[in-house]
Protein backbone atom coordinates (compact mmCIF):
# COMPACT_ATOMS: atom_id res chain seq x y z
CA UNK A 1 0.00 0.00 0.00
CA UNK A 2 1.26 4.02 -0.69
CA UNK A 3 1.30 5.73 1.82
CA UNK A 4 -1.34 8.57 2.02
CA UNK A 5 -0.31 12.09 0.37
CA UNK A 6 -1.25 15.67 0.87
CA UNK A 7 -1.02 18.31 -1.43
CA UNK A 8 -2.06 21.76 -1.14
CA UNK A 9 -3.74 23.42 -4.10
CA UNK A 10 -3.38 26.95 -4.23
CA UNK A 11 -6.08 27.51 -7.25
CA UNK A 12 -9.14 25.57 -8.47
CA UNK A 13 -7.72 24.34 -11.67
CA UNK A 14 -4.47 22.72 -9.54
CA UNK A 15 -7.43 21.28 -7.20
CA UNK A 16 -9.12 20.08 -9.97
CA UNK A 17 -5.83 18.69 -11.39
CA UNK A 18 -5.01 16.59 -8.41
CA UNK A 19 -8.15 15.65 -8.12
CA UNK A 20 -7.98 14.04 -11.39
CA UNK A 21 -4.52 12.47 -11.85
CA UNK A 22 -5.15 8.68 -13.30
CA UNK A 23 -4.65 5.66 -10.68
CA UNK A 24 -4.06 8.50 -7.95
CA UNK A 25 -7.25 7.96 -5.50
CA UNK A 26 -7.88 11.37 -4.63
CA UNK A 27 -10.09 13.05 -1.93
CA UNK A 28 -11.01 16.82 -1.58
CA UNK A 29 -9.67 18.41 2.83
CA UNK A 30 -11.27 21.63 3.84
CA UNK A 31 -11.83 21.98 7.49
CA UNK A 32 -11.14 18.45 8.04
CA UNK A 33 -13.72 18.04 11.06
CA UNK A 34 -14.98 15.28 9.47
CA UNK A 35 -12.01 13.70 7.56
CA UNK A 36 -9.74 13.60 10.53
CA UNK A 37 -12.58 11.16 12.53
CA UNK A 38 -12.91 8.89 9.53
CA UNK A 39 -9.17 8.50 8.72
CA UNK A 40 -9.44 7.33 12.33
CA UNK A 41 -11.71 5.10 12.27
CA UNK A 42 -11.69 3.78 8.73
CA UNK A 43 -8.03 4.26 7.75
CA UNK A 44 -7.36 6.07 4.21
CA UNK A 45 -9.22 4.86 1.33
CA UNK A 46 -8.03 7.13 -0.83
CA UNK A 47 -4.41 8.01 -2.11
CA UNK A 48 -4.36 11.57 -1.59
CA UNK A 49 -5.62 14.58 0.20
CA UNK A 50 -6.36 17.57 -1.50
CA UNK A 51 -5.94 21.03 0.99
CA UNK A 52 -8.38 23.25 -1.17
CA UNK A 53 -8.07 25.66 2.37
CA UNK A 54 -5.44 27.78 0.36
CA UNK A 55 -7.44 28.62 -2.93
CA UNK A 56 -8.28 32.67 -3.15
CA UNK A 57 -11.07 31.61 -4.68
CA UNK A 58 -12.90 28.91 -2.80
CA UNK A 59 -11.99 31.52 0.38
CA UNK A 60 -14.01 34.53 -1.03
CA UNK A 61 -17.24 35.92 0.18
CA UNK A 62 -18.96 38.31 -2.62
CA UNK A 63 -22.27 40.46 -1.79
CA UNK A 64 -23.15 42.56 -4.70
CA UNK A 65 -26.41 43.69 -4.21
CA UNK A 66 -28.97 40.99 -4.27
CA UNK A 67 -26.73 38.56 -5.57
CA UNK A 68 -24.38 36.64 -3.07
CA UNK A 69 -21.52 33.95 -3.86
CA UNK A 70 -20.01 31.98 -0.70
CA UNK A 71 -16.77 30.15 -1.70
CA UNK A 72 -17.14 26.33 -0.75
CA UNK A 73 -13.73 26.60 1.59
CA UNK A 74 -15.10 29.71 3.72
CA UNK A 75 -15.36 29.03 7.32
CA UNK A 76 -18.56 29.07 9.76
CA UNK A 77 -16.65 31.84 11.72
CA UNK A 78 -15.30 34.15 8.57
CA UNK A 79 -18.86 34.20 7.92
CA UNK A 80 -19.52 35.14 10.90
CA UNK A 81 -17.52 37.90 10.93
CA UNK A 82 -18.52 39.49 7.65
CA UNK A 83 -20.94 41.68 8.80
CA UNK A 84 -22.58 42.89 6.27
CA UNK A 85 -23.14 39.44 5.36
CA UNK A 86 -25.02 39.16 8.73
CA UNK A 87 -26.76 41.92 8.31
CA UNK A 88 -28.12 40.77 4.49
CA UNK A 89 -28.92 37.44 5.00
CA UNK A 90 -29.12 36.41 8.61
CA UNK A 91 -30.79 33.41 8.32
CA UNK A 92 -26.75 32.03 7.54
CA UNK A 93 -25.53 33.71 10.24
CA UNK A 94 -28.77 31.68 12.63
CA UNK A 95 -27.32 28.59 11.57
CA UNK A 96 -23.50 28.94 11.67
CA UNK A 97 -24.08 30.04 15.49
CA UNK A 98 -25.88 27.03 16.36
CA UNK A 99 -23.92 24.77 14.21
CA UNK A 100 -21.05 23.79 16.76
CA UNK A 101 -18.67 25.01 19.51
CA UNK A 102 -15.78 28.12 18.54
CA UNK A 103 -13.37 25.44 17.70
CA UNK A 104 -15.26 23.52 15.27
CA UNK A 105 -16.85 26.98 13.41
CA UNK A 106 -13.18 28.01 13.28
CA UNK A 107 -12.58 25.05 10.80
CA UNK A 108 -15.98 23.43 9.48
CA UNK A 109 -16.30 24.84 5.99
CA UNK A 110 -19.49 25.47 3.92
CA UNK A 111 -18.39 23.02 1.30
CA UNK A 112 -18.11 20.40 4.08
CA UNK A 113 -21.02 20.68 5.92
CA UNK A 114 -22.41 20.17 2.42
CA UNK A 115 -20.58 17.25 1.01
CA UNK A 116 -20.71 15.50 3.98
CA UNK A 117 -24.35 15.71 3.62
CA UNK A 118 -25.98 15.16 7.52
CA UNK A 119 -29.24 14.83 7.39
CA UNK A 120 -29.30 17.46 9.87
CA UNK A 121 -26.42 19.27 8.84
CA UNK A 122 -27.60 23.20 9.78
CA UNK A 123 -25.62 24.77 7.31
CA UNK A 124 -27.13 22.56 4.18
CA UNK A 125 -30.47 22.53 5.59
CA UNK A 126 -30.33 26.84 5.49
CA UNK A 127 -28.93 26.55 1.97
CA UNK A 128 -31.56 24.67 0.63
CA UNK A 129 -34.21 26.75 1.89
CA UNK A 130 -32.29 29.69 0.57
CA UNK A 131 -32.92 27.82 -2.82
CA UNK A 132 -29.05 28.27 -3.59
CA UNK A 133 -26.75 26.85 -5.97
CA UNK A 134 -23.70 24.94 -6.03
CA UNK A 135 -20.81 25.71 -8.67
CA UNK A 136 -19.45 22.49 -9.67
CA UNK A 137 -15.69 22.34 -11.57
CA UNK A 138 -14.45 19.32 -13.01
CA UNK A 139 -11.99 18.86 -16.20
CA UNK A 140 -15.02 19.27 -18.38
CA UNK A 141 -15.60 22.31 -17.24
CA UNK A 142 -17.86 24.34 -14.32
CA UNK A 143 -21.57 23.24 -13.92
CA UNK A 144 -24.47 24.78 -11.67
CA UNK A 145 -26.61 22.24 -9.69
CA UNK A 146 -29.36 23.22 -6.62
CA UNK A 147 -27.97 22.20 -3.38
CA UNK A 148 -30.65 19.77 -3.16
CA UNK A 149 -29.67 18.26 -5.38
CA UNK A 150 -25.91 18.08 -4.88
CA UNK A 151 -27.40 16.65 -0.84
CA UNK A 152 -29.87 14.10 -2.57
CA UNK A 153 -27.23 12.87 -5.31
CA UNK A 154 -23.71 13.67 -4.29
CA UNK A 155 -21.29 14.61 -7.16
CA UNK A 156 -19.16 12.53 -8.59
CA UNK A 157 -15.58 12.47 -7.85
CA UNK A 158 -13.00 14.19 -9.38
CA UNK A 159 -15.64 16.75 -9.66
CA UNK A 160 -14.88 19.93 -6.52
CA UNK A 161 -17.53 21.87 -5.14
CA UNK A 162 -16.21 25.72 -5.40
CA UNK A 163 -19.07 28.17 -4.46
CA UNK A 164 -22.92 28.69 -3.20
CA UNK A 165 -24.61 31.00 -5.16
CA UNK A 166 -28.12 32.58 -4.03
CA UNK A 167 -30.54 35.82 -4.43
CA UNK A 168 -30.63 37.59 -1.08
CA UNK A 169 -34.48 37.40 -0.02
CA UNK A 170 -36.14 40.58 -0.30
CA UNK A 171 -36.75 43.44 2.14
CA UNK A 172 -39.68 42.32 3.55
CA UNK A 173 -39.21 38.77 4.11
CA UNK A 174 -38.37 37.37 7.24
CA UNK A 175 -36.53 34.45 8.10
CA UNK A 176 -35.76 31.98 11.13
CA UNK A 177 -33.59 29.13 12.06
CA UNK A 178 -34.82 27.07 14.71
CA UNK A 179 -33.42 23.87 16.18
CA UNK A 180 -33.85 20.68 19.30
CA UNK A 181 -30.62 19.01 20.50
CA UNK A 182 -28.56 17.94 23.22
CA UNK A 183 -25.70 20.42 24.06
CA UNK A 184 -25.77 22.40 21.13
CA UNK A 185 -21.54 22.74 21.12
CA UNK A 186 -20.93 19.05 20.91
CA UNK A 187 -24.12 17.84 19.44
CA UNK A 188 -25.91 17.96 15.90
CA UNK A 189 -29.19 18.81 15.62
CA UNK A 190 -31.50 16.31 16.38
CA UNK A 191 -34.64 18.20 14.70
CA UNK A 192 -34.21 21.50 12.91
CA UNK A 193 -36.86 24.22 10.66
CA UNK A 194 -35.35 26.65 8.14
CA UNK A 195 -38.47 28.96 7.24
CA UNK A 196 -38.52 32.32 5.13
CA UNK A 197 -41.75 34.10 4.36
CA UNK A 198 -43.21 37.07 3.15
CA UNK A 199 -46.63 38.73 3.72
CA UNK A 200 -48.37 40.85 0.72
CA UNK A 201 -50.59 43.95 1.47
CA UNK A 202 -53.34 42.13 2.37
CA UNK A 203 -52.02 40.04 5.04
CA UNK A 204 -51.84 36.85 2.86
CA UNK A 205 -48.78 34.84 2.32
CA UNK A 206 -47.11 35.77 -0.38
CA UNK A 207 -43.95 33.21 -0.26
CA UNK A 208 -42.91 30.68 1.99
CA UNK A 209 -40.28 28.50 2.08
CA UNK A 210 -39.93 25.69 4.82
CA UNK A 211 -36.75 23.21 5.36
CA UNK A 212 -36.92 20.47 8.31
CA UNK A 213 -33.59 19.11 9.00
CA UNK A 214 -32.73 15.68 10.38
CA UNK A 215 -36.66 14.79 9.43
CA UNK A 216 -35.94 13.37 5.85
CA UNK A 217 -32.96 11.93 4.78
CA UNK A 218 -31.28 14.91 3.35
CA UNK A 219 -32.92 18.48 3.50
CA UNK A 220 -35.29 19.78 0.96
CA UNK A 221 -38.68 22.22 0.75
CA UNK A 222 -41.66 20.55 1.76
CA UNK A 223 -43.77 21.74 -1.53
CA UNK A 224 -46.99 19.50 0.37
CA UNK A 225 -47.07 21.83 3.28
CA UNK A 226 -46.30 25.27 1.47
CA UNK A 227 -48.52 24.60 -1.09
CA UNK A 228 -51.06 25.27 2.00
CA UNK A 229 -49.51 28.56 2.91
CA UNK A 230 -49.46 30.38 -0.52
CA UNK A 231 -52.11 32.67 -0.76
CA UNK A 232 -53.85 31.96 2.65
CA UNK A 233 -54.62 34.85 4.96
CA UNK A 234 -52.50 34.52 8.17
CA UNK A 235 -54.91 33.32 10.85
CA UNK A 236 -54.07 32.73 14.67
CA UNK A 237 -54.91 28.69 14.16
CA UNK A 238 -53.51 27.96 10.62
CA UNK A 239 -49.72 27.18 12.27
CA UNK A 240 -51.32 24.86 14.14
CA UNK A 241 -52.80 22.89 10.78
CA UNK A 242 -49.76 23.51 9.04
CA UNK A 243 -47.62 21.96 11.72
CA UNK A 244 -50.30 18.86 12.12
CA UNK A 245 -49.59 18.10 8.14
CA UNK A 246 -45.91 18.86 8.67
CA UNK A 247 -46.11 16.23 11.80
CA UNK A 248 -48.09 13.88 9.10
CA UNK A 249 -45.74 13.98 6.39
CA UNK A 250 -43.08 12.77 8.38
CA UNK A 251 -45.00 10.28 10.32
CA UNK A 252 -45.92 8.52 7.31
CA UNK A 253 -42.50 7.77 6.60
CA UNK A 254 -42.45 3.71 6.62
CA UNK A 255 -39.77 3.69 9.36
CA UNK A 256 -38.94 1.84 12.39
CA UNK A 257 -36.73 4.32 14.03
CA UNK A 258 -37.35 4.83 18.04
CA UNK A 259 -37.23 8.49 17.44
CA UNK A 260 -39.75 8.91 14.80
CA UNK A 261 -43.00 9.80 17.37
CA UNK A 262 -40.60 12.38 19.48
CA UNK A 263 -39.23 13.93 16.09
CA UNK A 264 -42.94 14.17 14.58
CA UNK A 265 -44.14 16.32 17.70
CA UNK A 266 -40.59 18.39 17.62
CA UNK A 267 -41.85 18.74 13.74
CA UNK A 268 -45.29 19.75 14.35
CA UNK A 269 -44.16 22.64 17.45
CA UNK A 270 -41.05 23.83 15.15
CA UNK A 271 -43.58 24.28 12.60
CA UNK A 272 -46.07 26.43 14.69
CA UNK A 273 -43.39 28.50 16.11
CA UNK A 274 -41.37 29.11 13.11
CA UNK A 275 -44.60 30.60 11.06
CA UNK A 276 -45.04 32.64 14.30
CA UNK A 277 -41.71 34.25 13.79
CA UNK A 278 -41.90 34.54 9.80
CA UNK A 279 -45.33 35.24 8.93
CA UNK A 280 -46.19 37.41 12.33
CA UNK A 281 -49.34 36.65 14.37
CA UNK A 282 -49.78 33.30 12.82
CA UNK A 283 -50.45 30.48 15.08
CA UNK B 1 6.07 14.06 5.60
CA UNK B 2 7.89 16.69 6.78
CA UNK B 3 5.68 19.35 8.23
CA UNK B 4 7.15 22.95 9.31
CA UNK B 5 5.58 25.45 11.59
CA UNK B 6 5.79 28.10 14.11
CA UNK B 7 5.30 26.71 17.82
CA UNK B 8 5.10 29.21 20.34
CA UNK B 9 7.00 31.66 18.82
CA UNK B 10 9.83 29.28 17.89
CA UNK B 11 9.99 27.47 14.10
CA UNK B 12 10.15 23.41 14.02
CA UNK B 13 9.65 20.56 11.76
CA UNK B 14 8.77 17.38 12.25
CA UNK B 15 8.73 14.04 9.81
CA UNK B 16 5.33 12.33 10.61
CA UNK B 17 2.67 10.63 8.61
CA UNK B 18 0.05 12.36 6.51
CA UNK B 19 -2.51 10.81 9.14
CA UNK B 20 -0.98 12.22 12.36
CA UNK B 21 -2.57 14.66 14.16
CA UNK B 22 -1.52 17.89 15.70
CA UNK B 23 -2.37 16.71 19.04
CA UNK B 24 0.08 13.34 18.18
CA UNK B 25 2.78 15.61 16.92
CA UNK B 26 2.84 18.11 19.77
CA UNK B 27 2.39 15.48 22.79
CA UNK B 28 4.22 12.62 21.10
CA UNK B 29 6.97 14.03 19.04
CA UNK B 30 7.55 17.26 20.41
CA UNK B 31 7.07 16.29 24.36
CA UNK B 32 4.99 18.73 25.02
CA UNK B 33 1.92 17.53 26.91
CA UNK B 34 0.62 20.19 27.97
CA UNK B 35 -2.35 19.90 25.34
CA UNK B 36 -4.43 17.04 26.90
CA UNK B 37 -6.31 13.95 24.80
CA UNK B 38 -9.59 13.52 25.52
CA UNK B 39 -12.24 12.44 23.98
CA UNK B 40 -10.62 12.81 20.67
CA UNK B 41 -13.44 12.83 18.33
CA UNK B 42 -13.45 16.79 18.62
CA UNK B 43 -16.06 17.28 21.56
CA UNK B 44 -14.29 17.73 25.14
CA UNK B 45 -11.98 20.55 23.88
CA UNK B 46 -9.15 18.81 26.11
CA UNK B 47 -6.25 19.71 22.94
CA UNK B 48 -8.02 23.22 22.26
CA UNK B 49 -4.47 24.87 20.28
CA UNK B 50 -4.55 28.72 18.79
CA UNK B 51 -3.86 28.20 15.03
CA UNK B 52 -3.09 31.54 13.59
CA UNK B 53 -4.65 33.29 16.74
CA UNK B 54 -8.11 31.04 16.33
CA UNK B 55 -8.77 28.06 19.51
CA UNK B 56 -8.80 24.35 17.17
CA UNK B 57 -9.24 21.01 18.21
CA UNK B 58 -5.83 19.25 17.72
CA UNK B 59 -7.34 15.99 17.66
CA UNK B 60 -9.46 17.40 14.28
CA UNK B 61 -6.37 18.86 12.32
CA UNK B 62 -3.65 16.94 10.55
CA UNK B 63 -0.25 17.74 11.18
CA UNK B 64 0.46 18.77 7.23
CA UNK B 65 -2.88 21.52 7.79
CA UNK B 66 -0.42 23.49 9.97
CA UNK B 67 2.31 23.83 7.66
CA UNK B 68 3.20 27.18 7.59
CA UNK B 69 1.00 27.90 10.52
CA UNK B 70 1.69 29.48 13.66
CA UNK B 71 0.73 27.53 16.61
CA UNK B 72 0.26 28.39 20.46
CA UNK B 73 0.02 25.43 22.65
CA UNK B 74 -0.80 26.53 26.99
CA UNK B 75 3.34 25.88 26.95
CA UNK B 76 3.35 29.09 25.07
CA UNK B 77 1.49 31.34 26.84
CA UNK B 78 3.63 31.97 30.28
CA UNK B 79 5.94 34.91 30.73
CA UNK B 80 9.54 34.42 30.02
CA UNK B 81 10.72 33.57 33.65
CA UNK B 82 8.04 30.62 33.87
CA UNK B 83 5.77 33.12 35.35
CA UNK B 84 1.48 32.12 35.34
CA UNK B 85 0.10 33.42 32.36
CA UNK B 86 -2.82 35.38 33.67
CA UNK B 87 -5.32 33.33 32.70
CA UNK B 88 -3.37 30.40 34.43
CA UNK B 89 -2.91 33.01 37.97
CA UNK B 90 -7.24 33.72 37.67
CA UNK B 91 -7.92 30.15 37.72
CA UNK B 92 -5.93 29.54 40.71
CA UNK B 93 -7.47 32.69 42.45
CA UNK B 94 -11.09 31.69 41.60
CA UNK B 95 -10.94 27.91 42.46
CA UNK B 96 -11.88 27.61 38.95
CA UNK B 97 -9.81 24.04 38.42
CA UNK B 98 -10.05 20.78 40.72
CA UNK B 99 -8.84 17.98 38.67
CA UNK B 100 -7.20 20.40 36.19
CA UNK B 101 -7.17 18.19 32.78
CA UNK B 102 -9.65 20.86 30.97
CA UNK B 103 -7.92 23.92 32.20
CA UNK B 104 -5.19 23.87 28.91
CA UNK B 105 -7.88 23.93 27.02
CA UNK B 106 -10.35 26.01 28.90
CA UNK B 107 -6.87 28.41 28.76
CA UNK B 108 -6.83 28.41 24.92
CA UNK B 109 -10.42 28.91 24.31
CA UNK B 110 -10.51 32.00 26.89
CA UNK B 111 -8.02 33.67 25.53
CA UNK B 112 -9.18 33.31 21.81
CA UNK B 113 -11.93 35.42 22.51
CA UNK B 114 -9.32 37.76 24.89
CA UNK B 115 -8.11 38.47 21.60
CA UNK B 116 -11.09 39.43 19.99
CA UNK B 117 -12.44 41.19 22.07
CA UNK B 118 -11.95 42.38 25.88
CA UNK B 119 -15.25 43.48 26.68
CA UNK B 120 -17.32 40.12 26.54
CA UNK B 121 -20.81 39.47 27.65
CA UNK B 122 -20.99 36.63 29.75
CA UNK B 123 -23.17 35.14 26.92
CA UNK B 124 -20.27 35.88 24.71
CA UNK B 125 -17.77 34.09 27.27
CA UNK B 126 -20.01 31.02 27.65
CA UNK B 127 -20.19 30.45 23.88
CA UNK B 128 -16.30 30.58 23.74
CA UNK B 129 -16.04 27.92 26.50
CA UNK B 130 -18.74 25.94 25.29
CA UNK B 131 -16.70 23.62 23.19
CA UNK B 132 -14.03 22.83 26.48
CA UNK B 133 -15.92 20.30 28.64
CA UNK B 134 -15.14 20.63 32.53
CA UNK B 135 -16.87 17.60 34.59
CA UNK B 136 -15.86 19.23 37.79
CA UNK B 137 -16.37 23.29 38.75
CA UNK B 138 -19.81 23.29 37.07
CA UNK B 139 -18.02 26.30 35.16
CA UNK B 140 -19.49 29.40 37.47
CA UNK B 141 -16.24 30.22 38.54
CA UNK B 142 -14.26 29.45 35.39
CA UNK B 143 -16.89 31.97 33.72
CA UNK B 144 -16.30 34.39 36.34
CA UNK B 145 -12.54 34.50 35.92
CA UNK B 146 -12.73 35.26 32.38
CA UNK B 147 -14.55 37.86 33.15
CA UNK B 148 -12.12 39.50 35.79
CA UNK B 149 -9.10 38.91 33.44
CA UNK B 150 -11.06 40.74 30.73
CA UNK B 151 -11.52 43.91 33.43
CA UNK B 152 -8.25 43.52 34.32
CA UNK B 153 -6.74 43.40 30.49
CA UNK B 154 -8.87 46.44 30.38
CA UNK B 155 -7.46 48.09 32.91
CA UNK B 156 -4.49 47.72 32.03
CA UNK B 157 -4.46 49.13 28.26
CA UNK B 158 -6.32 52.06 29.27
CA UNK B 159 -4.46 55.27 28.69
CA UNK B 160 -4.48 58.01 30.80
CA UNK B 161 -6.21 60.58 30.41
CA UNK B 162 -3.97 63.46 29.13
CA UNK B 163 -5.36 67.20 29.65
CA UNK B 164 -4.99 68.75 25.76
CA UNK B 165 -2.19 71.41 26.25
CA UNK B 166 -3.32 74.92 27.59
CA UNK B 167 -5.93 73.37 29.05
CA UNK B 168 -6.35 73.87 33.12
CA UNK B 169 -7.34 71.28 35.41
Redesign the interface.
Known amino acids: MT ?4 A ?1 ARTIDEAVALLNEPGVRGRV ?1 AG ?2 T ?3 Q ?2 RQ ?2 TWDR ?1 V ?1 I ?1 HVPDLLAIDLAGNWLSLGAAVTL ?1 SLLDHTALVTAVPLLAEACRVA ?5 R ?2 ATLGGTVMNAAGCADLATVLVCLDAEALLASSHGTRRVPVANVLAEGIPPGELLCAFELDVPPEPARTAYLRVDRR ?3 AGAQVSLAAIGQLDHDGRVADIRLVPGGVFEHPRRVPEVEGMLRGQPATETFGVAVGQRMRELFADRDEDRWSLPFKAHVVAALTERVLRRVLGGVG | ?1 RVAFSLNGAPVAVDV ?3 A ?1 LLQVLREHLGLTGTKPGC ?6 AC ?1 VLVNG ?4 A ?4 A ?2 V ?1 GAEVVTVEGLAGPDDDLHDLQRAFLEFGATQCGYCVPGMIL ?1 AE ?1 LLRRTLSPTRDEIR ?2 I ?4 CRCTGYQQIIDLIEAVAQRRRAATRQPIVAPEGARP
Do not use: F, K
Open positions: ELEYRLGTLALLRGPLDTTGAVQINRRAI | MPVTTEIGECGSQVVNCLLLPQGAADAAGNL
